[in-house]
């Protein structure tokens, strides 16, 4: 059988938003561009901010899982949904106007610890709730790894602070300065709050474990990129290597660069294909003259006058089996090694959360990873009133996917501390008449960012994505298929194949009975009621939402709907 009938729900039209089920925080991305498409950009930034909350970070860090899901990248290349959520944020008008609207006050109080974007998302949402918050932060500055993290030519300080100012316009107290780090500190929480959320960044770098990673001049990448961002390094020696593969690799390549190294490598044991970091970031470090060795192993450092590193020793490998994460394993290649001479090495293969500070007596189990435990339902530990979540439970993730942890576990802290219970998603369909749409749409190239000249690049401040123009931004949302479009075919169909006829990229066909798998546990026992010989099939995939087939149905069968949802609470 060719084609199996489905039961087309509210939840199937959910999912089939590709963008908008993609993200961690259900972002309507489909909504947002559409705003922009119409030239609204105060629009479009108001609907960020209902998802996102921080638009002008993650439109600039964001590592966008709805592109990765888009259905244009079917036909050439995914929208640029980071690019334009950036592009609200730049245009908009409205950039300080949000008002800080909270309910009544519930008279709960809740400790956060750590002010990274899952702890500043979560304070959010319970303040807004109407709960006294609280975020206790050990470094100087707000924001986390947001600060400390991601370099200031990626993320510019003003974007982490406007986010960081709107948190305390909500009334949140946030205490720089003051780490949880003992039994006696958390206990004390314990006692003097309501509900406690551990949001802890992953601060801890990972070991090499090779012979000579005690000599001078072997730094962990979470300790360089600290000390960088904070203004405690200010030079690095003419030849760095960086070990790793993720984003924390290539910022403390790119930044090695910036703090005047003539020669920076970044060695990786797999290959661009298997890289977290991505290629966006590795060919944006390349541009800047970083050089990137594949299939390559640290196997031991060496070290010369007074125990300073010289050399490195790596081995080239060659790709194995998959492991346990689906990720071709590295299998050294015997009789490969090779020396590196080097002056400064960063090793940035891992990082993890301190949670030391959580005693056996306090009740929290910790599991083999030394993370909290907790029910993935409701973000709780095994302690009544202690939830985890982002890094601290994980490892380190992106920004999106830790921000939906925060909201995730604001709301379970919510339910907690008061009666309310999720109700769920509401569902909403509307006729709507096909899009006037820029011509020849369907065709347009995926447009490019601006970026400041490799001579200007020399700065840690200096950003280097300067963002869609507007001409470009128009242009780009304008190649969105509108997903939330869609296509619906009533039995009044005559099978006269007139749709077929127009459509632009063949995505409707006509299928006979014996092609169709009708499913075991329809209604009538196997059969779908009606005498029909052959049905029209729509391929959702293929289809580009252009209405030319709404326009040329001679019996109006065909009709377009705009599909929306959200998420309903009730008391």
């Not at 409205?94 to 899952?118: L, N």
């Not at 929480?189 to 960044?201: D, I, K, P, T, W």
């Not at 070991?207 to 990448?221: M, R």
């Not at 999720?422 to 096909?434: A, E, L, N, W």
Request: glycine share 8%; aromatic share 6%; charged share 25%.
């Amino acid at each position: 059988m060719e084609y199996k009938i489905v039961k087309a729900d509210d939840h199937w039209f959910r999912e089939n938003i590709n963008c908008q089920y993609a993200c961690p925080v259900n972002t309507p991305a489909m909504n947002y561009i559409e705003r922009i498409v119409a030239g609204d950009f105060d629009a479009s930034l108001r609907l960020n901010f209902m998802a996102n909350l921080f638009p002008h970070i993650l439109g600039r860090v964001c590592t966008h899982p709805c592109e990765t899901a888009c259905r244009r990248g079917a036909i050439d290349k995914p929208i640029a949904i980071c690019s334009l959520k950036r592009s609200a944020a730049d245009f908009a008008s409205v950039k300080s106007s949000r008002k800080p609207i909270r309910d009544e006050k519930t008279g709960k109080r809740v400790a956060i610890i750590g002010s990274g974007p899952s702890g500043l998302a979560a304070a959010n949402d319970l303040a807004t709730k109407g709960h006294d918050v609280v975020v206790y932060e050990a470094l100087p500055v707000a924001g986390g790894m947001l600060c400390v993290g991601i370099p200031p030519y990626r993320l510019p300080r003003e974007a982490i602070e406007d986010a960081v100012n709107w948190i305390k316009a909500l009334g949140v107290d946030i205490r720089l300065n003051s780490p949880i780090d003992t039994p006696e500190a958390f206990d004390d929480l314990l006692r003097e709050f309501n509900a406690v959320y551990l949001a802890m960044g992953a601060h801890r770098s990972q070991l090499l474990e090779i012979p000579g990673e005690e000599l001078e001049g072997v730094l962990h990448g979470v300790t360089f990129m600290k000390d960088t961002n904070l203004g405690l390094r200010k030079t690095v020696p003419e030849r760095v290597a960086v070990l790793g593969g993720g984003f924390t690799a290539i910022d403390c390549a790119r930044s090695s660069l910036r703090l005047g190294a003539r020669e920076v490598s970044v060695m990786y044991r797999r290959t661009l294909e298997e890289m977290p970091a991505g290629e966006l970031e590795v060919r944006m470090a390349e541009q800047e003259g970083i050089q990137m060795h594949y299939l390559t192993s640290p196997v031991r450092i060496i070290g010369g006058h007074e125990r300073k590193v010289t050399h490195i020793e790596c081995i080239k490998n060659t790709l194995g089996e998959p492991d346990e994460k689906g990720r071709r394993r590295p299998v050294p290649v015997k009789g490969s090694n090779f020396m590196v001479p080097v002056d400064l090495i960063i090793a940035a293969i891992g990082q993890s959360p301190d949670i030391s500070f959580l005693s056996d007596r306090c009740g929290i189990k910790i599991n083999h990873w030394g993370m909290p435990v907790i029910d993935p339902k409701d973000f709780m530990t095994t302690r009544a009133g202690v939830f985890a979540g982002g890094d601290c439970v994980t490892g380190p993730r992106n920004v999106i996917e830790v921000i939906a942890d925060g909201r995730k576990a604001a709301r379970a802290i919510h339910r907690f501390l008061t009666v309310e219970e999720r109700k769920g998603y509401t569902f909403y369909y509307k006729d709507q008449s096909p899009s006037d749409r820029m011509p020849d749409y369907d065709f347009a190239p995926r447009q490019s960012q601006d970026a400041i000249p490799m001579s200007q690049r020399r700065t840690l401040d200096a950003e280097v994505e300067r963002g869609l123009s507007r001409e470009n931004t128009s242009q780009e949302a304008g190649r969105c298929l509108l997903c939330h479009y869609n296509i619906f075919i009533d039995e009044s169909c005559i099978l006269c194949g007139g749709c077929i006829d127009v459509c632009p990229h063949q995505c409707i066909s006509m299928a006979s009975r014996e092609k169709v798998e009708i499913p075991s546990d329809a209604e009538d026992g196997g059969a779908i009621a009606g005498d029909w010989d052959a049905v029209m099939v729509l391929d959702e995939e293929k289809c580009i939402r252009c209405g030319l087939c709404v326009k040329r149905c001679p019996v109006n069968a065909i009709t377009m709907k705009r599909f929306s949802y959200s998420e309903e609470y009730e008391h």
